[in-house]
């Protein structure tokens, strides 16, 4: 596939074109640049291969002057993260780029532990029994690996990815990431006056991925500030191994496991993080979503009023009707929904101010594990992605979510 075929779509060209129109002159955040661009925070959902429909969101917000200083995620989320941050300065569109690396995305090979392992999922997702059968040559992979794929395709894609972009290494992203923006400064909340610059200590883009590390029952968050838990120089540190950490769905990918971890002087850092006994050997990670799938709290400033505001997108479980839990696929299906979201919910319930920043994509009947995904169905979620955007844009009001933020400062 190619980008245009996203992006050229004609149910995409005229939400383009509709959201142009109805964001000129709109007010998103109090932080922008002399090219006009205004700076917003993002969070992102997990949801396997459906964060092709995150792609299209974000195309969508760029597509109304809005760029992306910070960037979070898990699974899914963390993928597109990075890749956002991969792909260029922030006050650049890099949202068109990630289509065109996602376009070419193999994910079927991401399915790298056999013909058993697909043959076995194609049979889950369209109740095949035959195909179902397959699972019985999948225990050894279970017993002895803990996953039916090992993972080292999609790592080593993302790798070069990543090296063709030239940010192989943490320095290197962390560099683009910090770049200069000409400009960038705090206006007023009435109109375009300029206020005070941003310094670059202040502006200060942040990364963060969500992961889960098994051994010592702790969340990470990758590259930092966890991230010298497990590295001896995380400077140096492949990224697409943050991304290969938060990404390992339990049973679906091995975990992903890191040896040779930094002992010396390191349990205090432990200990920060909640752990206090001795330090693993190895250090093994699955899916952040088991923990934490929507980490929306990741730049959540509860005691001052934020200059710009953090948007997330979710790709979340559906909550408008009570589910039949009449089999056991859908009792684990179900198990796995409120683990995966509803610490996160907790938060948003208690932050009633995140109400106004967060959307849900409807992703309708595609499954998050359908890695033989058609080329209709890829576009089709990119579809989905901007006109849940699109929606979300309409209704967005700054002023009113500043006057919320204000009335919680007050209580508080």
Known sequence: MDETDFTQH??????????????????????????????????????GVLGLALVGYTYALEQAGIRFRSTAGTSAGAINALLLQAMGAPNQPRSARMVAVVADMPM????????????????????????????????DDLLFRQGINPGHTFLNWMSDVLKQHEVGSWQRLKAQMEQTIPGVAVYSDQGAQKGEPISAERWAPQLKIITAELSTTTKI??????????????????????????????????????????????????????????????AVFVDGGVISNFPISAFHASKRMPRMPTFGIKLGVGRDAPQKINTLKRFIGATVDIMRSDADEEFIRANPDYKHVVKAIPTGD???????????EKVDLFIRGVKAASEFLQTFDWTQYKETRRKLLDVS
């Open 10 to 47: 004609a149910d995409v060209i005229a939400q383009v074109e509709q959201i142009k129109s109805f964001s000129e002159n709109k007010r998103f955040s109090d932080v922008m640049d002399d090219a006009g661009f205004q700076y917003v925070d993002l969070v992102m959902e997990g949801g």
């Open 108 to 139: 079927d090979s991401f399915q790298d532990g056999g013909w058993d392992g697909r043959v076995a999922v194609s049979g889950w997702l369209n109740g095949s029994f035959i195909k179902k059968l397959a699972s019985i040559f999948l225990l």
């Open 221 to 282: 968050t990758l590259p930092e500030p966890d991230g010298s838990l497990f590295y001896h120089s995380i400077a140096e540190a492949d990224p697409a191994e943050f991304v290969r950490a938060s990404m390992s769905v339990p049973l679906f990918f091995e975990p992903f496991r890191k040896t040779n971890i930094p002992k010396k002087a390191m349990s205090d850092a432990w200990s920060a993080r909640g752990y206090h006994g001795d330090l693993p050997e190895e």
């Open 366 to 376: 595609h499954h998050w594990l359908n890695f033989k995904m058609s080329d209709a």
